[in-house]
């Protein structure tokens, strides 16, 4: 069975830095894209950006520069570091992956950005 738990989310001033994590199992990890999706409210959920499993990364145009995402195959995990953080990043964030013939996706872990 296909787990995703993301951890990592909280209160942040803009300007700060989060990193969030999202830990698989059920899944041969090092084999799967992942995928950090977001959703702030009242808005569609939006992909945030992709890792393959070799290592490619594709953001989406309002975090570039300013997210970096990353995988440890090792420990099954995924990361997304958050620097320069605003307030419209404020969002549930999930990760996800797709094994054939769906997305699976974590809980989600909330992030909001405020003074």
């Known amino acids: 069975q296909v787990q995703l738990v993301e951890s990592g989310g909280g209160l942040v001033q803009p300007g700060g830095s989060l990193r969030l994590s999202c830990a698989a199992s059920?899944?041969?990890?090092?084999?799967?894209?992942m995928d950090w999706y977001r959703q702030a409210p009242g808005k569609q959920r939006e992909i945030v950006a992709t890792?393959?499993?070799?290592?490619?990364?594709n953001y989406a145009d309002s975090v570039k520069g300013r997210f970096t995402i990353s995988r440890d195959n090792a420990k099954n995990t995924m990361y997304l570091q958050m620097n320069s953080l605003k307030p419209e990043d404020t969002a549930v964030y999930y990760c996800?992956?797709?094994?054939?013939?769906?997305?699976?996706w974590g809980q989600g872990t909330q992030v909001t950005v405020s003074a």
């Open positions: 996800a992956t797709y094994i054939p013939p769906r997305l699976h």
């Open positions: 059920g899944i041969i990890f090092s084999r799967n894209a």
């Open positions: 890792i393959g499993s070799g290592g490619a990364t």
